[in-house]
């Protein structure tokens, strides 16, 4: 793991006291470390004084007071609708006044300028916080105006395009129009260095049969990741027995719709016979914690995402809105996991902080498809690299386990410095290719124009 490429040239040191590679059965690396990055690749792991005459006058980040981590993965991230009204949905709405008294008319007021923006200013918070790799969970409007974001931020993910053939809803369309917007995603990331087009449906019981195998057949043929919700609430299985007599994971096994190419997001509500499809058909699923609670979905009696996890499935942690998960910031989420999984079985030793933790790297990566590149820091991979700086007063004194430190103690305001492909895009705290000041400015004044254009909170 350690061994230098051959002939390997270095652009960038990361300099860290402690480096976390997250390969399974390797203990962190204590003393000063030197992570050498040539292009977008890792090229040597090793002592810093070794890295150091091997690259000699390479530019540095970091100290020995840093500890370095695998960038972290966000598995659901609504980019646009929600940011630019970031907390204002009231946390006691039924959740149909919730969606269509707020979500939609924000959706449909949002224009090009408002997705780019909104999602510009949710990536600088999600790298800011050590998010390098973000699966968008669908544009609805302008998939174009969200990778310009990702561009501006200098992130990477997933970009897709919502997909609905409901009539009467915004974006809508047939199973023709929504196919040639997927395909108009996955052109438009064809050649990106940074950036996956996803086949992105809206899902839940908003997606005919026909729609969602023709897609699931696009993802496939295209070698590409397929996304959609399921099953948060217990509405999706209500609706899906009722027009198909089946609960929803089973009728779309049943219809060839699912494989390994699938990510679900949620998957709270579901009951063993669809766990045994999903296993099975091996789906990944994204666990978004904070959402659950922060929208009483139910998780704490439904949820069975630690049960998938120990059968063998495939798990990544997600974020979901800013009106839902609301921060984006996946090292408290992985804290949340660690907690509720501990709470709801009534035993410690089920689930803690390092399972936490792989689920938010390199399980997240092997969730959607990307262990080989991302999740873990090795030689040849992408260089993907966070630095936390431990000089705060929630790591004095430093644990001898710097896991349990990170995620109970901890989150994302611990995060330094982020390198991405092996690009700094943020140091010393403050992205490096946008001025976060000028965003906010830019934000205040269209969030007034946005919640006066959707009319919102006077419905």
């Not at 005459?53 to 100290?63: D, K, L, Q």
């Not at 972290?72 to 204002?88: E, K, V, W, Y």
């Not at 922060?294 to 800013?322: K, N, S």
Request: glycine share 12%; net charge negative.
């Amino acid at each position: 793991m350690h061994t230098p490429s051959p002939d390997s040239h270095a652009e960038l040191i990361v300099v860290a006291g402690t480096v976390l590679t997250l390969v399974p059965g390797v203990a962190p690396i204590d003393g000063a470390t030197g992570i050498a990055v040539g292009g977008d690749r890792i090229v040597e792991i090793g002592p810093l004084d070794d890295v150091r005459s091997r690259h000699p006058g390479t530019a540095e980040i970091g100290s020995t007071e840093h500890l370095a981590i695998p960038g972290l993965i966000n598995a659901h991230q609504h980019l646009t609708g929600d940011r630019l009204i970031r907390s204002m949905i009231p946390d006691d709405l039924e959740s149909g006044r919730a969606i269509f008294e707020w979500a939609v008319p924000a959706h449909a007021a949002h224009t090009g300028d408002d997705d780019q923006l909104s999602a510009t200013l949710s990536l600088v918070e999600a790298v800011c916080n050590g998010i390098t790799f973000t699966v968008e969970a669908g544009t609805v409007a302008h998939p174009d105006r969200v990778l310009a974001g990702f561009d501006a931020v200098g992130a990477s993910g997933t970009l897709g395009s919502w997909g609905w053939d409901v009539a009467g809803e915004p974006w809508a369309g047939t199973v023709d129009e929504v196919l040639d917007r997927q395909r108009h995603v996955l052109d438009l990331t064809a050649d990106h260095p940074l950036i996956d087009g996803w086949v992105t449906l809206v899902g839940h019981d908003l997606m005919s049969d026909e729609l969602v195998v023709a897609a699931s057949d696009l993802a496939r043929s295209s070698q590409t990741g397929m996304t959609f919700h399921l099953a948060p609430t217990d509405s999706d299985p209500i609706s899906y027995l009722a027009r198909t007599g089946k609960r929803p994971a089973v009728h779309l096994d049943d219809i060839g719709a699912l494989g390994p190419h699938v990510l679900l997001g949620h998957g709270v509500h579901l009951d063993d016979a669809e766990l045994d499809r999903l296993l099975a058909a091996d789906v990944a699923i994204a666990y978004c914690p904070w959402a659950y609670l922060r929208l009483g979905q139910g998780v704490t009696r439904a949820g069975r995402h630690v049960e998938f996890i120990r059968r063998g499935g495939r798990v990544a942690l997600g974020c979901d809105a800013e009106n839902a998960g609301d921060a984006i910031d996946i090292l408290g989420v992985a804290a949340l996991a660690a907690g509720l999984a501990k709470d709801m079985s009534g035993d410690p030793t089920v689930f803690g902080a390092h399972h936490a933790l792989h689920h938010a790297t390199l399980g997240a990566a092997q969730a959607i498809g990307m262990g080989d590149e991302i999740g873990s820091l090795e030689v040849g991979k992408r260089a993907d690299v966070v630095l936390i700086d431990t000089s705060g007063p929630e790591w004095v004194p430093r644990s001898p386990d710097p896991v349990l430190q990170l995620i109970w103690a901890s989150d994302g305001r611990s995060v330094s410095d982020v390198v991405v492909s092996g690009r700094v895009i943020v140091r010393n705290g403050e992205p490096t290719l946008v001025d976060r000041r000028a965003l906010a400015a830019e934000a205040a004044e269209r969030h007034h124009r946005l919640v006066a254009a959707a009319r919102l909170g006077q419905r």
